[in-house]
């Protein structure tokens, strides 16, 4: 028969072994919601990004049509004194 000692060692050993594994979870799962914070963070910066390049592109746009405009008028004088 196991002394109360030793029966008493195992509980508390169980016990300390359960508190473990609950520390584990509680820190896997506090890692996994920063990670999610993080990844949402970083779609909406994604989404200024996209918006902001997007922009950019439509004044590019813009001012290519503008020249092209421009060139057509140089080429129109151009031709209109040969």
Known sequence: ???LGEIVGAAIG???MA?????IYVSHERKMAINKAEINYLQIDLTKVEKRVQDLEDKLVNKIDSIM???KDIEIKI???Y
């Open 1 to 3: 028969m196991m002394a």
């Open 14 to 16: 169980l016990i300390t």
């Open 19 to 23: 508190g473990s594994v609950v520390l």
């Open 69 to 71: 405009e421009k060139l």
């Open 79 to 81: 031709a209109g004194n």
